[in-house]
């Protein structure tokens, strides 16, 4: 099946600094999405793409869709704390019915 | 608050039992998606219902069964239940399907099969 690899698995980060994530994928993808989750939370949505190319932005958050649709990154700027948690990117082949297909998620973790 | 109720948060359970979850998805939204996340695997998608038909079939196992309602609301019904069952399980819902698949999740039921 498809499947998603998302590096790095962890980032331990200082306050302010700037976070940079992303996903591969051995298929091709019409949708990328990225969420984040809290502990003991639902994943929350981000960021969705759904043009090959396409980049955008949600506050300090911004999403690329990879020219080859096989990829895409995230990056956060200025991080503070309450970026905390982790993120999943995610995949959706479209076309039909069916479910997205998740990376294992990057844990950001910031350091005082 | 993403709008999808997700119901019991916690249960726990013998090895053996069948246990229900449930899911009341966002107003307005006609798909449900149930997935299933354990440290090993990640977030695996199990199965979508549209409308009160099933859409897609992922890794859900055969013990694994899910239906949805005419009010749209859901229920995942898990059978002869083993200790690697126990994990997070999520609804998520989506206004359509197919090249929509901005998908908002619930809270989650933990499941600990003891």
């Known amino acids: 099946g498809q499947q998603l690899n998302q590096s790095p698995q962890s980032m331990f980060i200082q306050e302010g600094e700037d976070v940079s994530m992303n996903c591969t994928s051995s298929s091709i993808f019409n949708t990328w999405l990225w969420y984040k989750q809290d502990p003991g939370e639902g994943p929350v949505l981000l960021i969705a793409?759904?043009?090959?190319?396409e980049l955008t932005s949600n506050g300090r958050l911004t999403a690329q869709f990879g020219i080859t649709r096989k990829d895409s990154f995230l990056n956060i700027s200025a991080s503070i704390p309450s970026d905390v948690g982790i993120y999943f990117c995610a995949g959706h082949s479209g076309g039909g019915a069916d479910g997205l297909t998740f990376g294992k998620g990057t844990h950001l973790i910031i350091q005082p | 608050d993403s709008g999808v109720t997700q119901t019991p948060k916690h249960l726990i359970t013998a090895t053996g039992q069948r246990v229900t979850l449930r899911c009341s998805p966002r107003s307005g939204d006609l798909s449900v998606y149930w997935y299933q996340q354990s440290l090993d695997q990640g977030l695996q998608f199990l199965i979508q219902?549209?409308?009160?038909?099933?859409?897609a079939k992922g890794n859900i196992l055969e013990r694994f069964s899910a239906q949805q309602f005419p009010d749209l609301h859901s229920e995942l019904n898990l059978s002869s239940l083993e200790l690697g069952d126990s994990a997070l399980y999520f609804c998520?819902?989506?206004?359509?399907?197919?090249?929509?698949?901005?998908?908002?999740f619930g809270q989650g039921t933990r499941l600990t099969v003891v």
């Open positions: 998520a819902s989506s206004v359509g399907w197919g090249g929509l698949a901005e998908a908002f």
């Open positions: 793409l759904y043009k090959a190319g």
């Open positions: 219902y549209y409308n009160g038909e099933e859409r």
